[in-house]
């Protein structure tokens, strides 16, 4: 057998965190809420890594580091989009604003 | 990895990093800024052309085969092209050279994508290629450029969420993140399944497959069409050889799963594509759901996975469609920036005004249909042959006919453009060095017919992929 039985516990609560964020993703209006839907998905990945970097071996806590660096970019770039946004439009609602549609 | 390779790479995005510091203290013009970053180009492909021997380093995370010669090289110069026309449209504004910055940027991060055979790696690029392209569509800074700006965001956010979820439920199986060890431990599995699903949404959303199509017209509608040119042509192809990676070298154990998905993707996808491109009005609409329609072309030779021709079809049709979608956009680009034209109706009688650069665009508007000496056609005939050699008759049929069907507006452009009378009467700019920016087109298209006659450079690399992964 690959995994160990508590092991699913912690899969458990890693998929139930990208699921809560995925549905925030798609159910907030607020770009900021969207902003941290985006963080609890990615830190599900990041739980995932680390749960299982302490059963095989080091490579998922280094590569966890690296995903870490890659959220704050991704949070630096969406909060400067966010600020754009906020400066043209005077909110940070983007279904109130609707030149483009599906 | 390849030393010089790596160099070419990393020569790249210093010249895209050092170009607005030289801006703000020097205060270049347009056309300095062009040279400096002309001659980056041109060291990072000489370096790229070099990259068959020297020392290697990284081997575990990068890899530089004849493919990622092959495919880094017409990437650079379907970039290098794209940073003169941007160059020409934009040289009033005052953070052309940021933009351009970026786009070496992103450049650089295409070329890492293209040759990595790691997860780490692959994220890693995945990341330099798309972080730059978020800000560059912001880049008008008017109100649709913003909302296509929010929009990309958080749907390429997304994208790289779900692929790294997937990735981490694969280090959970194998406890390992390259591909050759992953080939070798992966086994028939619901859980690795769920974790090629999760994975393969995440290039989905990348190549504007089907459930994850509806940001990729907005997006290349809402920016401006400089910057739509490189996230269509240069990133998407780019996105089409790491999944080929990853499909081949490391999921080769459920392969036989994914082959439905695939094809069922495929075909919705070109037929969604091609039916909401004929309802369109603005020729921007119309080529962004045309690059949705040969997102679904190329998944039919990932269906096929099992032959070993479907590699030179999604090789093929990578090639061709990274320089037939670059130009086709650049030209509507230059169209706009000449005449202002927009819809169909704004394209009347250009043929008569610009004949060049109509003739320039009628020939990769017919190269996106498929139609003979371009190579559009001949990477079509690679993928539906994959798709008969692989018993998915159903499935070539389905795309021969789409293929018939999306001659109808490609053809309806031409028409607008020859046949009918001019409708604007006094262009919008008329810069006196008008025929310069002939030059890049004309080198894409002839790229484009000499891949279309010329076909052995890429089935000789696509031959050495395929005995690399052993077939």
Redesign the interface.
Known sequence: MLLEADVHAYLFLSFSLFAVGVYGLLSRKSVIRMLFSIEMIINAANLNFVIFSAQRNLDGQIFTFFTIGLAALEAAVGLAIVIVFYKRFGEVIPSKIRNLRW | MNINFLAGTLILALTGAFLPVINRIFRISGVLGAIISSVGYILAGFLIMLSGNGRKLLSSFFVTDSVTQLIGMLILVASWMTMLVVYWITQRDKFINELVAALLISTAGALLLISSTNF?SL??AM?LMT?PT??MV?FS?D??S??????Y??NG??A???M??G???L???T???NFEILAKELFRDPLVALAAIFILAGFGFKLTAFPFH?WGP?VY??TCPGVAALLTGISKSAAFIALMRVVYEALPAISSNLTFIFALLAAITMTVGNLLALAQKRVSRILAYSSVAHAGYTLIAFAALAVPVSVTGILYHSVAYVFMKTAAFLCFAVFLYLWGARTMDDYKGLGKREPLLAALFLIFLLSLAGVPPMAGFISKVFVFTSAVNAGMTWLALVGLLNSAFSVAYYIWIAKQMYLEEPTIEKPLNNPSDKNFILIPLAVMAVFLIVLGIWVNPVVDASAAFISKIGF
């Open positions: 780490v994220i890693i990341e972080m978020y800000l912001l800074f109100e649709k913003m909302e296509a700006g929010v929009k965001f958080f956010a997304l790289i969420g779900t790294l979820f990735v981490s439920l280090y959970a199986i406890g390992s993140f509806f907005d509608d809402g």
